[in-house]
Nanobody, 120 residues
Framework: QVQLVESGGGLVQPGGSLRLSCAAS????????MKWYRQAPGKERELVAR????????NYADSMKGRFTISRDNANNTVYLQMNSLKPEDTAVYYC?????????????WGQGTQVTVSS
């Protein structure tokens, strides 16, 4: 079955960096676009970044542009989120997500999330 497993979260000081990973299985990763979302306490889940199946095109939420970079390794079925110049407001649970067309409809698949805490 489809599995998305995030890792790489943790506690980091403001201005620091983290790289999140999402290991995917159960579908043809190289043919599937991937997304990172995040959800801060008391807030709705928001889109952070997306990347096309081949990795040639990426998009970011405005507040992450220039600081975050999404990338992927199709040989190892992994998508990454490099986060630089982290701010306290980046504190959230980060999720990877994909959408697959199965049984006549689009289905959303989420990982379990990884906690990122930015604090001094």
């Amino acid at each position: 079955q489809v599995q998305l497993v995030e890792s790489g979260g943790g506690l980091v000081q403001p201005g620091g960096s983290l790289r999140l990973s999402c290991a995917a299985s159960g579908f043809t990763f190289s043919m599937t676009a991937m997304k990172w979302y995040r959800q801060a306490p008391g807030k709705e889940r928001e889109l952070v970044a997306r990347i096309t199946s081949g990795g040639s095109s990426t998009n970011y939420a405005d507040s992450m542009k220039g600081r975050f970079t999404i990338s992927r390794d199709n040989a190892n079925n992994t998508v990454y989120l490099q986060m630089n110049s982290l701010k306290p407001e980046d504190t959230a649970v980060y999720y990877c997500k994909t959408e697959l067309y199965k049984s006549g409809r689009w289905n959303d698949y989420w990982g379990q999330g990884t906690q990122v805490t930015v604090s001094s």
